[in-house]
C-alpha cells in the first residue's frame, strides 16, 4: 500500500515557465514533507519542505503548497531552468522525527529549452 | 561541515565476500538512517539509529548488519549477499526528535555478483 503517491512519472516543461509536481497522501499520521531533487546514482538533494501546521512555505524559485484536507501537496518551480531536468521525489514523516521517510515513485521533470 | 560522506562509492562483491559500507557526519545529528534504492524506485528505509540506538529495523535480512559505533559513524556490514541486493545504498543523518537538517549521502553503488 503506497502511503505517498506521485501519479506522474514525468513532467515536460518549456524553459521559464511554472513547473508544478504534485504528491498526495493516504497517511494522516504524517506531519512533514519534503521535496527532494534526485540524478542518477547521487543522493537525493534536499529542495524544500513544510510542516502540517503551515499552507505554504516558499524558498526562491521553490514554493511548496501543503492542502490538509485532501492529503495533498505540490511542489511549484518558477521559472524553470534547464538545470531542473532530473527527477523530484515527495516524501513524508510523521511522529516527531527520526523515524525516517517514505517516498513517492518520482517525478521526471524535464524542462524544454 | 554539512555533508553526510559515504564511502566507498563503488562496491563490487561476491556472494560470499564480507565487506562493509561506511557513513560519516560531523553535524551533530543524533539519527541516522540506512536506505536502499534500486532503478527507476524510490529510496526504501532499511534502518534508523537514534542516539546510537537501534530504533528501527525495516524487517531486513540478517545479511544485513547495521552498527553505530559513535554519534558521527554508521557502517552497513554485507556478508552473503545475493545478486538481488545490487542497489544504490544511501545514508542519511538529521537532528533526533527534528526533522531539521536531513541530508543524504550520495550514496554507495553495490553490485554482487
Known amino acids: 500500500d503506497q502511503q505517498v503517491k506521485q501519479n506522474s512519472p514525468s513532467l515536460s516543461v518549456q524553459e521559464g515557465r511554472i513547473s508544478i509536481l504534485n504528491c498526495d497522501y493516504t497517511n494522516s499520521m504524517f506531519d512533514y514533507f519534503l521535496w527532494y531533487k534526485k540524478y542518477p546514482a547521487e543522493g537525493p538533494t534536499f529542495l524544500i519542505s513544510i510542516s502540517s501546521i503551515k499552507d505554504k512555505n516558499e524558498d526562491g524559485r521553490f514554493t511548496v503548497f501543503l492542502n490538509k484536507s485532501a492529503k495533498h501537496l505540490s511542489l511549484h518551480i518558477v521559472p524553470s531552468q534547464p538545470g531542473d531536468s532530473a527527477v523530484y521525489f515527495c516524501a513524508a514523516s510523521g511522529g516527531g522525527g527520526a523515524d525516517g521517510l517514505t517516498f513517492g515513485k518520482g517525478t521526471h521533470l524535464i524542462i524544454q529549452p | 561541515d554539512t555533508e553526510v560522506t559515504q564511502t566507498p562509492k563503488h562496491l563490487v562483491m561476491g556472494m560470499t565476500n564480507k565487506k562493509s559500507l561506511k557513513c560519516e557526519q560531523h553535524m551533530g545529528h543524533r539519527a541516522m538512517y540506512w536506505y536502499k534504492q534500486k532503478a527507476k524506485k524510490p529510496p526504501e528505509l532499511m534502518f534508523v539509529?537514534?542516539?546510537?540506538?537501534?530504533?528501527i529495523n525495516e524487517s531486513v535480512p540478517s545479511r544485513f548488519s547495521p552498527e553505530c559505533p559513535n554519534s558521527s559513524l554508521l557502517n552497513l556490514h554485507l556478508h552473503a549477499l545475493q545478486p538481488e541486493d545490487s542497489a544504490l545504498y544511501l545514508c542519511?543523518?538529521?537532528?533526533?526528535?527534528?526533522?531539521?537538517?536531513?541530508?543524504f549521502g550520495s550514496g554507495t553503488r553495490l553490485t554482487v555478483v
Open positions: 542519511a543523518s538529521s537532528l533526533a526528535g527534528d526533522y531539521g537538517g536531513y541530508t
Open positions: 539509529y537514534s542516539y546510537e540506538k537501534l530504533s
